[in-house]
């Protein structure tokens, strides 16, 4: 994956400019994966508009990262 193009669709995601970032050398391929994903989340919640879908919406990340979160110290 082009990591330029990588920052350019996150920074495009979050409405700011892609100078925004700057890439440090080492940054792994799989950390730009995980921001291009991170941007996508926020992008498709800002179009969610309905309070309780909203809540919704968070109360499952929550309750998803916590499940897994337990998981992992097990």
Do not use: H, W
């Amino acid at each position: 994956m082009d990591v330029g193009f990588a920052y350019a669709r996150i920074a495009s995601a979050l409405g700011i400019p892609d100078g925004t970032f700057r890439l440090p050398d080492a940054i792994l391929e799989a950390q730009v994966e995980n921001l291009i994903e991170v941007a996508d989340l926020l992008r498709d919640f800002e179009l969610v508009k309905d309070k309780q879908a909203r809540r919704r919406c968070l109360s499952y990340v929550n309750n998803t990262a916590e499940r897994l979160d337990r998981r992992s110290s097990v």
